[in-house]
């Protein structure tokens, strides 16, 4: 088996969404820096995201939508009635300097990696993930969905027993409704239950073809475990899927703004353990993670197991320094001072599978 390969691109270094944004902070370059600080990626692992063309994006998105994102870009604004139909430069979706580079650059990279994958492998794509992005329109950040633009791809290839796997503390609702009547792809979410979008009750199967699972504050590692090993796992058994996707948002994670779960980096680690091998071709992309410090940990652990790298107990110094480098005016709102810059694994967080867990174990 050929080893992973790792999708990046420089575009995510200088591209902010603007002063005061949860985005507004470094993270795929932080990941990559902190990924490269260790030597855990040989230069041939490595391969920069292209840009998604029209032709790419339009498999999916409308190409009116499209059309718009690149006026804004051109532009730097948007006319009211752009604002108004594709929610551009509204609703958290700021205009700013790559607006139509930056997820072009994203789907770019996912649309590479389904490529890559043809014919098996597996493939990190942190500055994937985009999983609120809507045929027509921006949300919750995204402005693409780079996603479904990856799994389309995979059928595309012929492939018919996808697994989508969504670990961010949102609900997937872009991927879940764009494959909800398409037989070909699973979609599960965990995500914080009643926070925007609101969508993915647990009764909602949209058409058999969804699994939703909405976990209270404070969802840890036991938690998690216990709906990886009772429900996912079994799914695994079951579908026999031929390609997995991965949405590894990092916002589940205790000391994330956006989030109240309680997640420590063990519980990514562990499930990117049980699906490496789960399939012939797995795809892990980024998504939500809004403090820096636990997002570059949280991806830099998710590449080290899917390369079979155990991560030293002490970070070495040009790693600790690339952590050391993050600001906080840099950093969204409320996150806490880091303490652990020299280590990458957090100490699990266990406890009690609590009732409302247990409720969608039954
Ligand atoms: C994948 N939560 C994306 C998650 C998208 C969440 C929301 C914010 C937010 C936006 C900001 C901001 C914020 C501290 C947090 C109901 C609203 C409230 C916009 C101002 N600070 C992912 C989207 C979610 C924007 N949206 O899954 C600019 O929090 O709650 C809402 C919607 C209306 C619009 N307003 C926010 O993780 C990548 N937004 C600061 C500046
Ligand atoms: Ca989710
Ligand atoms: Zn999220």
Redesign the pocket.
Known sequence: MSPPLLVGSEIYRRSTYGP???LAIPRVSTTLDLIRALGWVEEAQYRDSPMADVAALTRFHDPGYIAALQRAEEAQAVSPEDRERFRIGA??NPVYREVFRRPATSAGGVLLAAELTRHGGVVHVPGG????GRRDRAS???YVNDAVLGLLAWMDQGLTRLLYLDV???HGDGVQDAFQDEPRVITVSIHEGAR?PFSGVAEDVAGGQALNLPVPAGFHDTEMRALREGLIEPLIARLRPEAIMLQC?S?ALLED??SRLALSNNAHRDLVACLRGAAPRLMVLG??GYNPWSVARCWALAWAELNGIAPPLRLPEAAESVLRGLSFHRA??RNPAPHWFTTLLDAPREGPVRAEVRALLA
């Open positions: 005061k944004h949860p609703d958290g993930g985009t999983h609120h919750g950040f995204c961010d503390a949102h925007w948002g916002d703004p956006l998504g939500g969204a709102g």
